[in-house]
């Protein structure tokens, strides 16, 4: 039989995430699900294998950053120690419940089986529009039609765990961004990158945004999906040559390791006169210590910057570009022998797509890539972007 703690693990989860946003004391509610985000990002970043979404109290004990966070958004600090205090001691409940629960169960194939039996599937109409449910309990989570048809291209696994997963991932990431959500540059830009550059590798994403056809991502379930894992835990090598594209959660401690790592493989690339080029996408965050480590750097070829509300990122579940209320640096780093391939043609086709939602922006409506140029390239469509 079954142990009910399989179940009840989804149900613990969001008590824990309701209790987290509610007591932070942050008086806006989307403010609280983003504190709230970027705690539990920090801390599963530094986990070579994600088997759930609860950090341990060993990381939450050294993460100084929600203080911060927290003071930031004007909580007292005695009132943040007795918060912290509440929310290690349910950590350390759930941690000592779920663990190996948890992970034995991702790597036990005949206990997936059995639990995909018990997850119902439905499709529905809602608001006009197909939409996938994926239920087991008191759980459930949602795809719409675009989101399902990309992920089922993407499944690696074997049919009878295909619900599984879809319940899985999708919970890890409800859970992670609830309101929130990561800002995606447009998949068109990421098309230019993959034509003109042969950028394949996203560093920074998920099973649920993904464009390209290599990436990195949180979850260990996420590989069903294609993930190539967490990429802290890449091996340097395989990072020697090429072109990447890198758009890390905001979050200064992700950017301050990601910059560390990329410095690092840059200058051991360099030493080996070998062709490495990276784009860097960040928002406006000149006093970030990842930031200061890419502008200060030997291999810096180029700084972009896109002013706040004058361009579009992609929201990925919603299926439609949005604008950026902030401004937008895209770093263009890279050894000697990259440099002769990051052309201005390249640079105007890649930024052109982060204007299309400004028709009248000067740099869209004057560019061969709007649709009214003499010279507007009839461009396939990207093949990971056909169904969005």
């Known amino acids: 039989m079954l142990d009910p703690l399989f179940e009840r693990y989804y149900f613990d989860i969001k008590c824990f995430k309701d209790y987290f946003v509610k007591k932070c ?33 060993q990381l939450a004990e050294t993460d100084t950053d929600i203080f911060l966070h927290l003071q930031d958004k004007g909580v007292v600090t005695e009132n943040i120690h007795q918060f912290y205090s509440q929310i290690k001691i349910r950590l350390a409940k759930l941690y000592d419940t ?55 291209k993407r499944y690696l696994g074997d ?38 550059l ?21 979850f260990y379930v996420d590989q069903a999906f294609g993930s190539s894992g967490n990429f802290f835990n890449i091996d340097h090598n395989r990072l020697s040559v090429g072109t990447y594209e890198v758009n ?18 840059l200058q051991s690339s360099q030493q080996q006169d070998l062709d490495l080029l990276f784009i860097y996408i960040m928002p406006d965050w000149s006093d970030s210590g990842g930031y200061q480590l890419l502008i200060k750097s030997d291999y810096l070829l180029e700084e972009i910057v896109l002013k706040s509300n004058s361009h579009s990122y992609y929201h990925s579940m919603k299926n439609r570009l949005i604008s950026a209320n902030f401004e ?47 010279n507007y390239p009839n461009y396939p469509n990207h093949h990971s972007y056909n169904s969005i």
């Open 98 to 152: 779920y663990h190996i629960l948890k992970t034995n169960q991702l790597k036990t194939i005949p206990l997936i089986h059995e639990i995909n039996q018990h997850i119902e599937h439905e499709l529905t109409f809602h608001n006009g529009k197909n939409v996938h449910v994926y239920r087991w309990g008191r759980t459930f989570i949602k795809y719409s039609s675009q989101v399902y048809d990309r992920l089922a």
């Open 328 to 374: 937008t640096h895209i770093l263009i780093i890279g050894t000697t022998r990259s440099k002769v391939r990051w052309t201005d043609l390249t640079k105007e086709r890649f930024l052109s797509y982060f204007y299309s939602n400004y028709p009248n922006h000067p740099n869209y409506s004057n560019h061969p890539n709007h649709p009214n140029h003499p």
């Open 248 to 265: 890390p959660p905001f979050i200064e401690q992700l950017f301050v390791a990601s910059s560390k790592l990329i410095c690092s493989v």
């Open 25 to 57: 004391m942050v008086e806006k509610l989307y403010e609280s699900y983003k504190v709230w985000a970027q705690w539990l990002i920090r801390n599963l970043s530094q986990v070579h294998d994600n088997y759930h979404v609860i950090p341990s109290v």
């Open 159 to 196: 049919p009878l765990s295909f619900k599984f997963y879809m319940f899985e991932m999708g919970f890890n990431y409800y859970i992670l961004e609830g309101q929130s959500f990561q800002w995606c540059i447009p998949p068109k830009s990421l098309g230019v990158l993959e034509k003109t």
């Open 198 to 218: 042969s950028v394949d590798t996203e560093l920074f994403a998920s099973p649920i945004n993904a464009v390209l056809p290599i990436y990195y991502s949180l």
